[in-house]
């Protein structure tokens, strides 16, 4: 994703995420409400992405004219779990509060602060996760955390890269990510762009691996942390978790301090996203089951903080994973 122009006549340009792999369609959004439901139905996904997508967003209400409080509500509704969209927005509201001055300008500075910074930590977690992964090991990632995910090249994937260029040999096991396959269509992507060598499997075929011994790491991305260190995550998650546990593989969680929440005591407080039943009845245009099947699709589920050997920030690695030490790495010490 990327911001071509001034405040005053730039656009926003996102890779449409919905049509990959099959077509790169980048699309230029020119309004807030265009760039919120960008967001609602996942043009644009992934956590620090949705961020740095909504910091963009302000500054198309700011030129606009349109009330900023107003804008700053059409993007919060848009998708519940991602605390990087309300910490964004957080950003962007101080901006424009603190001198008076809600100038395009001033806002887009502050968007492209937001974008950079969240490239420079994760170039800093992917050196601090490359050192977690030993040379020919092999691992196994949920959903997608790359650079389509993030404003640089990704969380969970970007020690993955790291570890590749290092000459590591490393392996990846993509777990396909039901029901919009995040990682069939995206992961998969990502990584045959930049030459690592994976093997695709269906979400129900990881803990078969992990007894294979197939699997030396797990890791994946988060989309909000409590402060107890329990972490919300794409469906599919909690299971790679209990699984990785009782085949005692290493679970990492690989995530930006904007992804923590430190406001919400544990994953039960977490909002969890549902969405349309249509993503697990359909398959394309065919229904796969009948006609009145009843649908639950939550599209996160919680890991609990027992489960997460560490939480790798671009600020160092949090292990173990507790709220002391979860407080003390935010609190930079
Ligand atoms: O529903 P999505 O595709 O937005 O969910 C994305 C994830 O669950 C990612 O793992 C998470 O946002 C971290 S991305 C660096």
Not at 189 to 205: F, K, S
Not at 213 to 221: I, S
Not at 224 to 242: M, W
Not at 278 to 297: D, I, K, L, S, Y
């Amino acid at each position: 994703l990327w911001w071509e122009g001034t405040a005053g006549s730039g656009t926003l340009h996102l890779l449409d995420q919905r049509l990959l792999p099959a077509r790169e369609v980048w699309t230029q959004f020119q309004s807030v409400d265009e760039v919120a439901r960008a967001i609602s139905d996942m043009v644009v996904r992934g956590a620090p992405a949705i961020g740095v997508s909504a910091a963009y967003g302000m500054v198309l209400a700011a030129r606009s004219g349109g009330g900023l409080a107003a804008a700053r509500d059409v993007l919060a509704r848009t998708r519940p779990t991602a605390i990087n969209l309300f910490w964004a927005l957080d950003r962007m509201r101080r901006v424009a509060h603190g001198g008076g001055d809600a100038s395009p300008e001033r806002l887009l500075d502050e968007a492209r602060r937001i974008h950079e910074e969240d490239a420079q930590g994760n170039r800093r977690m992917g050196e601090l996760l490359a050192a977690r992964i030993a040379p020919g090991a092999s691992v196994l990632t949920h959903c997608n955390a790359g650079a389509l995910a993030t404003g640089g090249f990704g969380t969970a994937l970007s020690g993955i890269f790291v570890a590749h260029e290092q000459g590591k040999k490393v392996h990846v096991f993509v777990d396909e990510t039901r029901p919009r396959l995040q990682g069939a269509r995206l992961t998969a992507w990502e990584l045959e762009r930049a030459g690592v060598p994976y093997t695709l499997i269906c979400d129900n075929m990881a803990a078969s691996l992990m007894a294979r011994r197939k699997v030396q790491l797990c890791v994946t991305g988060a989309d909000r942390i409590a402060a107890n260190g329990d972490a919300a995550n794409k469906i599919g998650t909690y299971s790679v978790a209990v699984n990785a546990a009782h085949h005692r593989v290493p679970f990492i969680v690989a995530a930006p301090l904007s992804t923590f929440d430190l406001a919400t005591a544990s994953g039960q407080e977490i909002p969890i996203e549902e969405r349309a039943g249509g993503e697990v009845t359909e398959w394309g245009a065919e229904r796969t089951c009948p006609g009145r099947a009843q649908v639950f699709n939550p599209g996160f589920d919680v890991t609990p903080a027992s489960l997460i050997t560490a939480i790798v920030t671009e600020r160092g690695e949090i292990s173990p994973v507790d709220g002391p030490h979860i407080a003390r790495m935010m609190a930079g010490a």
